[in-house]
């Protein structure tokens, strides 16, 4: 891959440079974001923001660059480079955003029918990647806890809760922390989940094992005040009455993992490895997707282990009729 690689908007393209002719309420690329959850925003931008850079040369950013002005030679070049340069997944979801833009300045009345038409028109990313992250082992993901279950801080009932809850019900980090203590229900084990990712709202179940356990644990260190259910503490044991931020999740799995002395686990990996317990127990993949919030069952798949342990199975049926060097005395 050559990173000098730039793709150049013509020089009779006219208002390349964002000129503040129009007010920001004008701009697509402002409005697209307005658009979006808080959680999709940062993202979303930095996606546009390195479009814009590829297509200017890196002189303009996102909301410099004239998104109007582009036409299909630019979005099918643009679209070369993601590939080039990105996983397809990656790069289907800037090409997403840049569709999205596209599609705001065509509403906007800046670019016409046709153009906007033609422009958008490029073809997605066609790979298949394996996903992201590991499986965690059943003795893995029995470590972590007897990390936490070993600490008798409230970090211990803290870190074990979101361990389990993140397992039992794939809820992702960004979700964590958006948790209220109202939005469990410790009755019945339901839990109402935001998702930032779409703005969205579903429910999610706790099962009545150790999952439930690990929230009782915690919601007697935590006490009833109402906020977010997950509480940063000092590391003198305070409770400070607060959102948890997405990295301190991260940190706290990295903990506990060299605690366990396990390989690295991820807020991914628990999520993966849920998914692929379930579909190995003989859940309905489109019951798994639901759980998991997946916009495409398509999605789901990619985290089913039972193809791979068939291929691995037939791998034994062939013999390579090799004994080895023999070792000379």
């Known amino acids: 891959m050559n990173d000098d690689r730039i793709v150049e908007l013509p020089q ?28 999709s925003r940062r993202t979303i931008f930095q996606s546009l923001d390195t479009m ?26 643009i679209r070369a480079l993601l590939a080039e340069r990105y996983k397809p997944a990656t790069a289907n979801k800037m090409l997403s955003a840049l569709r999205q833009v596209l599609y705001h300045a065509w509403q906007l009345g800046q670019i016409s029918a046709e153009d906007y ?37 409230p970090a211990g009932a803290r870190d074990a809760a979101i361990i389990a809850l993140m397992y039992a019900t794939g809820v992702r980090r960004s979700s964590v922390v958006r948790l209220n203590l109202s939005d469990y229900d410790p009755a019945t084990g339901t839990l109402r ?22 929230m009782a644990d915690w919601l007697a260190v935590r006490g009833s005040d109402a906020g977010p259910l997950f509480w940063p503490i000092t590391k003198g044991g305070d409770l400070i009455p607060r959102r948890m931020s997405t990295q301190a999740i991260y940190n706290l799995l990295i903990k506990r993992a060299q605690q366990a002395g ?53 791998a034994t049926l062939i013999h390579v009729p090799y004994r080895g060097r023999r070792s000379e005395h």
């Not at 009779?12 to 979006?36: C, I, K, M, R």
């Not at 998914?275 to 990619?302: C, E, F, K, P, W």
């Open 117 to 153: 038409q033609r422009a958008r028109s490029v073809r997605s990313v066609v790979g298949d990647v394996l996903p992201a992250g590991r499986d965690l082992g059943a003795g893995e993901l029995a470590a972590l806890m007897a990390a936490c279950e070993a600490d008798p801080s």
């Open 193 to 214: 989940v935001r998702q930032a990712k779409r703005n969205k709202e579903y429910l999610a179940y706790v099962a009545q094992d150790g999952a439930q356990r690990a």
């Open 262 to 314: 396990v390989q690295h686990v991820s807020p991914h990996d628990l999520r993966r490895t849920l998914a692929g317990d379930l579909l190995d127990a003989g859940a309905d993949i489109v019951t798994v997707q639901r759980i998991l919030g997946h916009a495409s069952v398509d999605t789901t798949a990619r985290y089913d282990r039972r193809p791979e342990e068939v291929k691995r199975k037939a």
């Open 12 to 39: 009779e393209d006219s208002a390349v440079l964002w000129t503040g002719e129009l007010p920001f309420t004008q701009h697509p690329a402002v409005v697209y974001l307005a658009s979006l959850s808080e959680g």
């Open 52 to 77: 814009a850079r590829l297509l200017s040369g890196g002189r303009l950013g996102a909301f410099m660059l004239n998104w109007a002005a582009l036409r299909y030679e630019h979005t099918a070049a």
